[in-house]
C-alpha cells in the first residue's frame, strides 16, 4: 500500500509504510514532550526541607506536571510565610496545622510524616537528662521549662497541658537558649532529633532517651489561595501516592524517617499522651493509610498518668 501526500509542487509523493511509522513515532514523541508541563512553585529558601520538596515532585509528576522550584527569601517566619502567601508572593508552605492556618489557605490534608510530628523527645543538658530519669508522672514533668518557636503550632498545645513554655523567635536561637540554661528542653519530633542533637553536641545538648509526649500533629503542605489548581494537583497526587504505595516507600526510604525508627526506642520511653484541641474537625484521624501505626511500638511501653484526656493519634474507626 502506498499513500501519497502533496508537495509544493502539487504533485503526489509517495510516502512507504517504513515513513509513515517513522512520521508517527515523531508526532508522538512531540505530543509526550508537550504533555510534560513545567509548573512552578514558590516556597520559602529557609527552613529547606528536602523531603517536603520531593513529595511535592512526586504529588505534581501524576498530573503530568514536571516540578520548577523558585526560592522566595532568605529566611521566613511562620508568621511572614502565611502573609506572603495570603498575598500570592509564595505558593505553598509545610507546617503542622491550626484551625487558623486551615481557615487562611488551602490545607492538602495528607499528614506528610505520617503524624511522626506529634511524637516528641527532648533535646536538654546532660543534667537535665538525669533528673528526667526520675519523672513518674505527668505533673513532675511540668516541673521542667519548655521551648518552642513563638509561632510554632505545639507551642499553644503545651501551654494548653500546662507546661512553662519559654518562646524565641528563630529557630537556630533555641539551640543557643537551650545551651544558655533559658530553658531545660527542647521537644523535638523523633525525626528531627537526631540529625539536630548531632549538630549542637559541642554545646552540650543530648538526646534524652526515658520520656516521650505524643499528640495529635499532622504537618500538611498549605497552597496560597490564589492558586487552587496547585492545591488540586497536590491533593490528587498525595492520594494517589497513597493508594499505589508510592507515599509509603517514599516516607520508610527517608535518612531522618530511617533515624527516628531505629534510633528512638519507642518501647522503654514513657509515654505521656496530651490532648491537641486545636484540631480541625476535618482531620482524617480515621484513615489509617496517612498515619504511622505507632500504637505497635508502645505495646510494651511503660505506664505513665496523663493526667490529661488522651487523643489517639490511630483511633479505631
Same mark, same amino acid.
Given at each position: 500500500?502506498?499513500?501519497?501526500?502533496?508537495?509544493?509542487?502539487?504533485?503526489?509523493?509517495?510516502?512507504?509504510?517504513?515513513?509513515?511509522?517513522?512520521?508517527?513515532?515523531?508526532?508522538?514523541?512531540?505530543?509526550?514532550?508537550? %504533555?510534560?508541563?513545567?509548573?512552578?512553585?514558590?516556597?520559602?529558601?529557609?527552613?529547606?526541607?528536602?523531603?517536603?520538596?520531593?513529595?511535592?515532585?512526586?504529588?505534581?509528576?501524576?498530573s503530568? +506536571?514536571?516540578l520548577i522550584e523558585s526560592r522566595q527569601a532568605k529566611d521566613c517566619s511562620q508568621l511572614r510565610q502565611l502573609d506572603m502567601l495570603l498575598q500570592g508572593e509564595l505558593d505553598l508552605m509545610w507546617a503542622g496545622t491550626t484551625q487558623e492556618l486551615e481557615s487562611k489557605l488551602i490545607p492538602i490534608r495528607v499528614p506528610v510524616y505520617k503524624g511522626l510530628m506529634?511524637?516528641?523527645?527532648?533535646? %536538654?543538658?546532660?543534667?537535665?537528662?538525669?533528673?528526667?530519669?526520675?519523672? +513518674?508522672?505527668? %505533673?513532675?514533668?511540668? %516541673?521542667?521549662?519548655?521551648?518552642?518557636?513563638?509561632?510554632?503550632?505545639?507551642?499553644?498545645?503545651?501551654?494548653?497541658?500546662?507546661?512553662?513554655?519559654?518562646?524565641?523567635?528563630?529557630?537556630?536561637?533555641m539551640f543557643d537558649m537551650l545551651a544558655l540554661g533559658r530553658y531545660e528542653l527542647f521537644p523535638r519530633a523523633a525525626? +528531627?532529633?537526631?540529625?539536630?542533637?548531632?549538630?549542637?553536641? +559541642?554545646?552540650?545538648?543530648?538526646?534524652?532517651?526515658?520520656?516521650?509526649?505524643?499528640?495529635?500533629?499532622?504537618?500538611?503542605?498549605?497552597?496560597?489561595?490564589k492558586n487552587p489548581e496547585l492545591a488540586k494537583m497536590l491533593e490528587y497526587g498525595l492520594n494517589q501516592a497513597i493508594n499505589d504505595g508510592s507515599f509509603d516507600a517514599y516516607f520508610y526510604a527517608d535518612a531522618e524517617v530511617k533515624a527516628a525508627l531505629e534510633n528512638t526506642d519507642f518501647n522503654s520511653r514513657k509515654v505521656f499522651h496530651l490532648e491537641n484541641p486545636y484540631l480541625s474537625g476535618k482531620t482524617p484521624l480515621s484513615d489509617k493509610r496517612m498515619w504511622l501505626d505507632t500504637m505497635a511500638f508502645f505495646s510494651q511501653a511503660p505506664t505513665a498518668d496523663t493526667s490529661t484526656p488522651t487523643v489517639l493519634e490511630n483511633p479505631q474507626p
Open positions: 500500500m502506498t499513500i501519497y501526500s502533496g508537495s509544493k509542487t502539487n504533485t503526489l509523493q509517495p510516502i512507504t509504510r517504513v515513513g509513515l511509522g517513522i512520521l508517527l513515532v515523531v508526532v508522538c514523541l512531540l505530543l509526550t514532550t508537550q %504533555a510534560k508541563a513545567h509548573t512552578l512553585v514558590r516556597h520559602c529558601t529557609s527552613p529547606v526541607n528536602p523531603y517536603i520538596v520531593g513529595l511535592i515532585s512526586i504529588a505534581l509528576s501524576y503530568d +506536571e514536571q506529634g511524637h516528641r523527645v527532648f533535646l %536538654a543538658s546532660q543534667q537535665a537528662v538525669n533528673r528526667l530519669k526520675k519523672v +513518674e508522672s505527668l %505533673a513532675q514533668l511540668k %516541673a521542667f521549662s519548655l521551648g518552642q518557636g513563638d509561632e510554632w503550632s505545639d507551642t499553644k498545645i503545651l501551654k494548653h497541658a500546662g507546661f512553662n513554655v519559654v518562646t524565641g523567635t528563630r529557630y537556630n536561637n525525626h +528531627e532529633v537526631w540529625k539536630e542533637a548531632a549538630l549542637w553536641q +559541642e554545646r552540650g545538648i543530648v538526646v534524652d532517651k526515658s520520656i516521650m509526649l505524643v499528640y495529635p500533629m499532622p504537618a500538611y503542605i498549605f497552597v496560597s489561595p
